[in-house]
């Protein structure tokens, strides 16, 4: 079966950095997305990794080990806004994507 | 203008009623989508429209029925719906329906409750 593990909640301080882990297990691969949902609103694009590597982006860096299955979402100088959930999601061999669970985030100041 | 826009934000319906949520892009975008979002769960894929035609059917109830107008704008009718129905839909979009950055646009979704 296809799986995506996240944690369900975190949580760190204000200022602070803090890396949500994503582990996946799909038939296939072609990209990992994160977004970002804040309560009652709609996910928005954060990042995208397709290869190997880091991808940075700001404050935020994604990265991704296609061999081990394996990306995490970094989130450096933790702001108040950023308490939110973060949704991991892989697209399989037929590019359909695959979504995990989420990880709430909560800051605190 | 990067926006999809979903109406209604909200929807209280009885299990008897018709009702439709509509969802509108101006981005071009030749993909669109309907999710599922329970409370604490990942969005759950429903349709796929690719180029106005219906390419994904993720086994969905007849009781949700999707439409394509065109290709801005994407309908989803509802009738004699469950409580369990009770969800917050969005509609999505994307450049593409493939591979490549094809990242999803979501709208702000419609958090419906069937009574």
């Known amino acids: 079966g296809q799986n995506i593990d996240q944690p369900t909640e975190m949580t760190a301080t204000e200022g602070a950095i803090v890396q949500i882990n994503c582990t996946y297990q799909?038939?296939?691969?072609?990209?990992l997305f994160w977004y970002q949902q804040h309560a009652g609103e709609a996910p928005t694009f954060l990042s995208y990794n397709v290869l190997d590597g880091l991808e940075e982006k700001g404050r935020f860096s994604s990265f991704l080990s296609r061999s081990k299955g394996y990306s995490y979402l970094l989130l450096k100088e933790l702001q108040m806004k950023d308490s939110a959930s973060y949704l991991c999601a892989v697209r399989d061999e037929d590019y359909q994507l695959i979504w995990g669970a989420g990880t709430k985030l909560i800051i605190k100041p | 203008d990067t926006e999809v826009t979903q109406t209604p934000k909200h929807l209280v319906m009885g299990m008897t009623n018709k009702k439709s949520l509509k969802c509108e892009q101006h981005m071009g975008h030749r993909a669109m989508y309907w999710y599922k979002q329970k409370a604490k769960k990942p969005p759950e894929l429903m349709f796929v429209?690719?180029?106005?035609?219906?390419?994904i059917n993720e086994s969905v109830p007849s009781r949700f029925s999707p439409e394509c107008p065109n290709s801005s704008l994407l309908n989803l009718h509802l009738h004699a719906l469950q409580p369990e129905d009770s969800a917050l839909y969005l509609c999505a979009s994307s450049q593409g329906a493939g591979g490549g950055v094809e990242k999803l646009f979501f709208g702000s979704g419609t958090q419906l409750s069937v009574l």
């Open positions: 799909t038939s296939g691969f072609n990209g």
């Open positions: 429209y690719s180029y106005e035609k219906l390419s």
